[in-house]
């Protein structure tokens, strides 16, 4: 247990509303992760940060905001979901001596 | 473009047969390659980190090693808790990202 939380742990909401998933961590570590798991596509990164407002992009990032305002808290934020954002979100943050990442429980959020 | 490909696909096998699982890669300079669990529902568990060629990780029943093209995950006398869908990624030097396979999905049978 990395002491990672996320929330909600699911969430169903329209097209075109603005969304937040949280993520927080316990033990301080630099660097965290926002990554979308989908069938067919594997798990793939959205935006990470390495420190507090210190933030970049991933592969997928297009849709998609961040904010970092503390070292605990990673937010990630669909400023108009669409159903195509229809996915599971997972958080990770980077072990520490290591590049290992941890992964936390995930939100599965859907669009309709 | 790096590449990750896991196969098969999925695996269905007998408890107490032994297998392996293919991870291969392609990407400059290899930072390092994990190998996950997950489990329905959850995320994924972090396994094992090789470096190099050559090296090799254990776990209970579980055995990684490295080679430059590709990564096997050995499962020596499998048992029905070891079925999950296990994940391989790599990290390329100088960037923070790892690419992810699409893992394969082991089923162990009593």
């Known amino acids: 247990d990395a002491g990672i939380t996320q929330s909600p742990r699911h969430k169903v909401t329209e097209t075109g509303t603005p969304v937040t998933l949280r993520c927080h961590q316990t033990?301080?570590?630099?660097?965290m992760y926002w990554y979308r798991q989908d069938p067919g596509h594997g798990l793939r990164l959205i935006h990470y940060?390495?420190?507090?407002?210190?933030?970049d992009k991933g592969e997928v990032s297009d849709g998609y905001s961040v904010s970092r305002s503390k070292t605990e808290d990673f937010l990630l934020t669909l400023e108009s979901a669409t159903s195509s954002q229809t996915s599971v979100y997972f958080c990770?943050?980077?072990?520490?001596?290591?590049?290992?990442?941890?992964f936390g429980p995930g939100t599965r959020l859907t669009v309709t | 473009e790096d590449q990750v490909t896991q196969s098969p696909e999925a695996l269905r096998l007998q408890e107490g047969e032994s297998s392996s699982l293919n991870c291969s890669y392609t990407?400059?300079?290899?930072?390092?390659l994990f190998w996950y669990r997950q489990d329905p529902g959850k995320g994924p568990e972090f396994l094992f980190t090789?470096?190099?060629a050559g090296e090799e990780k254990e776990k209970e029943r579980l055995k990684a090693t490295l080679t430059k093209k590709e990564s096997f995950l050995h499962i020596t006398a499998p048992k029905p808790e070891d079925s999950a869908t296990y994940l391989c990624?790599?990290?390329?030097?100088?960037?923070?990202?790892?690419?992810f396979g699409k893992g394969t999905k082991l089923t162990v049978n009593p």
């Open positions: 990770a943050i980077k072990g520490v001596g290591g590049d290992e990442q941890y």
């Open positions: 033990e301080n570590h630099r660097y």
């Open positions: 940060s390495y420190g507090v407002k210190d933030t």
């Open positions: 990407v400059s300079g290899l930072r390092g």
């Open positions: 090789l470096y190099s």
């Open positions: 990624a790599v990290h390329q030097g100088g960037s923070e990202k790892l690419v």
